[in-house]
């Protein structure tokens, strides 16, 4: 069955650090793979979408890599600041399409 | 201006009531979306409907019925509460089936 994994629970990094969030995932490949941003108290919102033939995308600060042969995308926030803290989600498209399937998360923290 | 609104943002119930939760997006999307995030923070897709039309109905009790008189609303009835059903609950809309979705700010529903 498909399974997506985000390595770290929680993340703790210096303000102005490069935070670098990892999403595995096996059993299948996906066309795209998507990044949400949750803050405590609300729902999940759009960061970046990057498809199978993409290897990279970049939003400001954002960087998203996607490996279809190592099956992983790395999320990279650089110079963090600490309203960068927050849970980031990672989510698939489903192998039957229509949906997609979202990893744990990870609780990243920026300290001053 | 609100994208995707739910109504209400809290619901506090005792076991074995009935209780429904509104959504609506004003985005024009043609797919709707109802995912339960439980206490682990894991979000989970219950439900999904296209243009009124239900295409997705994960393995979720009978209990929860959803209805959508049109395609901009998207609205969850449960029955027989049960302690379990304690979560958030988060309604979702996209343009594309599966891709970018667009969160509304989640029902927090405690069964006491």
Redesign the interface.
């Known amino acids: 069955s498909q399974k997506i994994e985000q390595n770290s629970e929680a993340l703790n990094i210096q303000e102005g650090k490069t935070a670098t969030l990892t999403c595995n995932y096996t059993n299948y490949s996906p066309a795209?793979l998507?990044w949400?941003r949750?803050d405590p108290?609300?729902?999940?919102?759009?960061l970046l979408?990057i498809r199978e033939n993409e290897k990279e995308k970049r939003k400001e600060r954002l960087k998203v890599t996607f490996d279809t042969t190592l099956k992983q995308s790395l999320f990279h926030i650089t110079a963090s600041q600490p309203a960068d803290s927050a849970?980031y989600?990672c989510?698939l498209?489903?192998s039957s399409?229509?949906?997609?399937?979202?990893g744990?998360?990870t609780r990243l923290s920026i300290r001053p | 201006d609100t994208a995707v609104s739910q109504t209400p943002k809290y619901l506090v119930t005792q076991m074995g009531n009935d209780k429904s939760i509104k959504c609506e997006q004003n985005l024009g999307h043609d797919t709707m979306y109802w995912y339960k995030q439980d206490s682990k923070k894991f979000l989970k897709i219950m439900f999904s409907y296209n243009n009124k039309e239900l295409i997705i109905n994960e393995t979720v009790p009978n209990r929860f019925s959803p209805k959508s008189p049109d395609k901009a609303h998207l609205n969850l009835h449960i029955n027989s509460l049960e302690l379990g059903d304690s979560a958030v609950y988060f309604c979702a809309s996209s343009q594309v089936k599966g891709e970018t979705q667009y969160f509304g700010p989640g029902t927090r529903l405690l069964v006491l």
């Open positions: 795209y998507q949400y949750q108290g609300r729902g999940p919102v759009f979408l849970t989600l989510a498209e489903a399409a229509s949906k997609i399937i979202f744990s998360g």
